[in-house]
């Protein structure tokens, strides 16, 4: 279930990708908006979707998740992610909004330290509703866990931008 106070949001997260997520915080680091990614069809990110987001907010920045192909994927796929991550770029860079792109290591290393190796989802849900619990019924969906992620990037690009 999204939360729509976007017009507030100061510092966004994205966690892309068809299971990702969007998150704005304000510059305080309080939670203000959260959706999964927005989808056309199945296979189709909304852009004209993220793009109304974006523009809800007076000069926001953006965090996202630097990503990559992986292996074992197969070309379709690899093509399908591509291109939405290719999308949304686009959108932030024709909104000529700073972003700041980072690796899912550095921001898992700041955001949810001594993380078991393979139990990051986990422990990003955890560490998400450590700090804003009303994410708590939002997170119990496995479905929703790219908000976790999505709501962490969106922190620690706001640490990025205030030092």
């Not at 962490?152 to 706001?158: D, Q």
Request: glycine residues 10%; positive net charge.
């Amino acid at each position: 279930m999204p939360h729509n106070n976007w017009k507030e949001a100061a510092y966004y997260g994205v966690d892309p990708g068809l299971k990702g997520a969007m998150v704005g915080l304000n510059k305080k680091g309080e939670l203000v908006g959260w959706t999964r990614m927005p989808l056309l069809a199945a296979k189709d990110i909304d852009f004209i979707r993220i793009d109304q987001l974006f523009g809800r907010s007076n000069r926001p920045r953006v965090c996202v998740e630097r990503v990559h192909a992986m292996p074992k994927q197969g070309v379709t796929s690899m093509f399908t992610f591509g291109k939405g991550y290719g999308g949304i770029l686009a959108v932030i860079e024709v909104r000529a909004v700073p972003v700041h792109h980072v690796l899912p290591r550095a921001w898992q290393k700041v955001m949810i330290p001594d993380c078991p190796r393979g139990e990051s989802k986990e422990e990003a849900v955890r560490h998400a509703l450590e700090r804003w619990p009303e994410l708590e019924k939002t997170l119990k969906k496995k479905v929703n866990q790219g908000i976790a992620d999505a709501a962490l990037i969106a922190e620690y690009g706001r640490m990025h931008w205030s030092n």
